[in-house]
């Protein structure tokens, strides 16, 4: 027996709800409402509620464009922090701040994410510094 996709069963003549038709394209129905009101898609208004045609749903959903409801969140610069380090040898927080045009809590983040990754560490005059690459060469005395 197979198993049809709901939005395979219904027609392109079929009316549907706002919430019926975004359930049937994957969408949010208050963008379908949008949508209509954009004059985008064709709707019909019923007293409380807008009716739209299942094909044109489909229509609208195919070419229109989805948008994230949460912004993208920059990426951590920690690669700029670790050439920054390893230009200058050392920088407090304030120092990366002030050079990336950050937010000073951003640059300690960077910086504690450089420490957490194993790639820099805090000094204790509140310098951050690279680690040494320790290299295990096998090298011993003769």
Not at 24 to 48: F, K, T, Y
Request: glycine share 8%.
């Amino acid at each position: 027996m197979s198993c049809l996709a709901i939005e395979d069963q219904i027609s392109d003549d079929a009316m549907l709800t706002t919430t019926q038709a975004g359930k049937l394209v994957g969408r949010p129905a208050v963008s379908v409402r949008m949508a209509i009101l954009n004059g985008a898609l064709h709707g019909e208004r019923q007293r409380d509620y807008w009716l739209v045609r299942a094909g044109d749903v489909r229509a609208w959903s195919a070419r229109a464009r989805r948008y994230r409801s949460q912004p993208r969140l920059p990426a951590p610069r920690t690669d700029e922090v670790a050439s920054l380090l390893e230009e200058y040898g050392s920088a407090t927080s304030e120092e990366v701040a002030k050079f990336l045009q950050v937010h000073p809590g951003n640059a300690r983040k960077y910086l504690a994410l450089l420490g957490l990754e194993g790639r820099a560490e805090r000094r204790p005059d509140g310098q951050w510094a690279l680690c040494e690459r320790r290299q295990d060469s096998g090298e011993g005395a003769a």
